[in-house]
């Protein structure tokens, strides 16, 4: 089975830093797209950040200059580097990866797979 095993959040203050990582287990398959979305209380989530297997990477602009996304697409795996964090960006952050799975023998190219969250919250 699939899972996505999350670490990094917590509580910083305004002007700090986190790193978050990501990691795949249950999966020979390496992922086509990684990465990380966000959403805040009473809030829709949104794409923070995410990563191709080409090593394309694609950001939110509220994140662009601050945070940075790594992934190793052989190990599948992902960090998301958070810097000069704001009040604004505390949320649950979720892991997702797009990845070719096998489900009940039926083949997905391209299957969604979430993680549990994690919380970031940003004081001020």
């Known amino acids: 089975q699939v899972q996505l095993v999350e670490s990094g959040g917590g509580s910083v203050q305004a002007g700090g830093s986190l790193t978050l990582s990501c990691a795949i287990s249950?999966?020979?398959?390496?992922?086509?797209?990684m990465g990380w979305y966000r959403q805040a209380p009473g809030k829709q989530r949104d794409m923070v950040a995410k990563i191709t297997n080409e090593g394309d990477t694609h950001y939110a602009d509220s994140v662009k200059g601050r945070f940075t996304i790594s992934g190793d697409n052989f190990n599948n795996t992902v960090h998301l580097q958070m810097i000069r964090l704001k009040p604004e960006d505390t949320a649950v952050y979720y892991c997702?990866?797009?990845?070719?799975?096998?489900?009940?023998?039926?083949?997905?190219?391209?299957?969604?797979?979430w993680g549990q969250g994690t919380q970031v919250t940003v004081s001020s």
């Open positions: 997702k990866a797009d990845l070719p799975t096998l489900i009940e023998e039926t083949f997905y190219p391209d299957y969604d797979h």
């Open positions: 249950g999966s020979t398959f390496r992922f086509n797209v």
